[in-house]
């Protein structure tokens, strides 16, 4: 890394007021943490901390303030009071000390410190702290997001769960402790494509009458086994090696062991920062502030408002030039074996055969009820859908895992992005949406453009479902809509409005769904 002398970062988006100084390495870090006395994050209480302690802090870090050669601070997203003072008192230091301003990005700050101070250079990222839980990756100047949570984030509902326990904040050491010694209990588990949902576990979890500790470790196991599975889903997706956990959340020991158990049955590698770079601090937003700064981006004070509810895919990534490959479309004459995210499909004389494998990384009452009610599900509903009019394969034989099918010759949407295949894409939804039928990961990977008529396949029933839900059918083309802003950010608009007009075509309640999809994005875990 090029020298360009120290950045000062302050990180204050919540419950942690920090401060550090980073140069070729971290100069200095401290921290003056916001604890309430009872319940959850009060922002004005945090606030008024952070604004107490923010001259001490800083005293206490900058030492040769001449030193000093750019100012950088947590922007958002956020608490909006917390980032008010931050940047209030970022602008005041950068015009007394005549050096520039760099707003930064919260999420992607975790990121980029998790890079640094592991080494890894391309991964798959799972973000899990008290307001976030995200899948992201960087392709094409950004970093997209793949997947998150669709309500709360992991830590604020494994917090939600502790308080109703009387557990101290934060309570996710308190539930790591007790769940070393519980046994697992069914609780539900909502995954949708590449989104999890939290709410209903945490519900569930509070109200459960099993013993404290079954709860505890019951609640980790699924939690957790949620987050991993939608890693898992964007890694294949990707096509990356590499998995870094970053955020809070992070440095539970049992979330690190069934990622790393995932990575190793995957063949990628995994990485995790040590415990001062994991939760929100000043070092992830002093290093970021350099990369932007080494890169030209800097921020005029009359355009330094805060953003609560700043999303890391919003940035430009200037600093970052490595472009992953796309990847090759498969011959699809060649017999060959297939790892998804989970199952393997074995193709041979026509056929495909989806087998569901174990995952090591889940509790195995977990992993076998699972496989079983999706292998079973997945038959039923493509039998079903394919009698609403929609192309699918046809069954031949089924089994406890394993579902034998009709072999499709063909393309990966991914892999055919035109505004024809989404248009065909879209009637094609429409027919099932009309059926009453979610597909529950309706991703390109899971849309195949058949060769011999260009028509849209839809395959992998595994999360579907029967629902005559609006909200359900907004989270079906969220999930396609995601995918496309991850995949093909510069195509997204024109590819959504064609997949639109066909959808239109085929359901009469698309402008209801898509008017959803909307306030299912305005209503994530930002806003």
Known sequence: MPGFGQILGIEGTAWN???????????????RPYSPVQGGIHPREAAQHHAAEMNELLGSVLKEPEKVRGIAFSQGPGLGPCLRTVATAARSLALALDVPLVGVNHCIAHVEIGCFATGCRDPIVLYASGANTQVIGYLNGRYRIFGETLDVGIGNALDKFARAKDFPHPGG??????????????????VKGMDLAFSGLMSAAKDCKAPLPDVCFSLQETAFAMCVEVTERALSLAGKNEVLLVGGVGANRRLQEMLRTMCEDRGAKFFVPEQKYLGDNGAMIAYTGKLMLESGVSLPIESSQVNPSFRSDEVEVPWRKDTPSPGRAPDPGADRQQQGAEAMVTFRDGIAEKRRASKRYRVPSLDRRLIAERTRAEARLIHTARRAGVPTPVIQDITADTIVMERIIGVPLTLALTEANLREAGRMVGKLHTAGLMHGDLTTSNLIVRASDNRCVLID???????????????????????????????????????????????????????????????GRYH
């Not at 401060?19 to 401290?30: G, H, K, R, S, W």
Request: net charge negative.
């Open 17 to 31: 007021l920090s401060a550090a100084l980073f140069d070729t390495d971290l100069v200095a870090l401290a921290s």
């Open 173 to 190: 050491p308190q539930i790591e402790k007790l769940a070393k010694s519980g046994s697992y209990v069914e609780l539900p588990y909502t």
């Open 461 to 523: 029933f595994g999360l579907a479902q029967v629902s005559q839900e609006i909200e359900q059918r907004g989270v079906d083309i969220h999930v396609l809509y995601q995918t496309l802003e991850s995949t093909a950010p510069d195509q997204s608009d024109a590819l959504k409005a064609a997949f639109n007009d066909g959808y239109a075509e085929a359901f009469e309640g698309a402008a209801e769904v898509t008017a959803r999809e909307h306030d299912i994005v305005m209503r």
